[in-house]
């Protein structure tokens, strides 16, 4: 078992700030290729709403992401709350459903 004084207080919330920028990111790279997708493909309905969808759904995990890594830089981090996780998580979801909708 780790001894509890030895514990780097600083490290937990600079590891959590760190995957919600992975989470960023990949959800960019999402974004940007659903994008590429829907322009080079079939620009109908489905597609446009698809791409408006990814967007919405890019600009809030973006938002939700940037709010958690500025709480994280206080000297005693609050918890995420389950709204947050929540919003990230239907985020994430809904940037695999329109790539989904755009791939078909």
Same mark, same amino acid.
């Given at each position: 078992m780790?001894? &509890?004084? $030895?514990?780097?207080?600083?490290?937990q919330? =600079?590891? *959590?700030?760190?995957?919600?920028?992975?989470? *960023?990111?990949?959800? /960019?790279?999402?974004? !940007? %290729?659903?994008?590429? %997708? $829907?322009?080079? #493909?079939? *620009? #109908? &309905?489905?597609?446009? +709403?698809?791409?408006?969808?990814?967007?919405?759904?890019? %600009? +809030?995990?973006? /938002?939700?992401?940037?709010?958690? !890594?500025?709480?994280?830089?206080?000297?005693?981090? =609050? $918890?995420?709350? @389950?709204?947050?996780? *929540? %919003? $990230?998580? #239907?985020? @994430?979801?809904?940037?695999?459903?329109?790539? /989904?909708?755009?791939?078909?």
């Amino acid at each position: 078992m780790a001894d &509890p004084v $030895a514990r780097d207080p600083a490290a937990q919330p =600079e590891r *959590t700030g760190f995957a919600w920028r992975r989470s *960023t990111l990949a959800g /960019t790279v999402a974004a !940007i %290729l659903a994008v590429r %997708l $829907a322009l080079h #493909g079939d *620009t #109908g &309905p489905v597609a446009a +709403v698809a791409l408006a969808l990814t967007a919405a759904a890019w %600009l +809030v995990l973006l /938002t939700a992401a940037h709010r958690r !890594i500025r709480a994280l830089d206080r000297a005693r981090p =609050e $918890a995420v709350s @389950v709204r947050s996780v *929540t %919003l $990230a998580a #239907g985020c @994430v979801v809904a940037l695999a459903a329109c790539g /989904t909708l755009l791939v078909l």
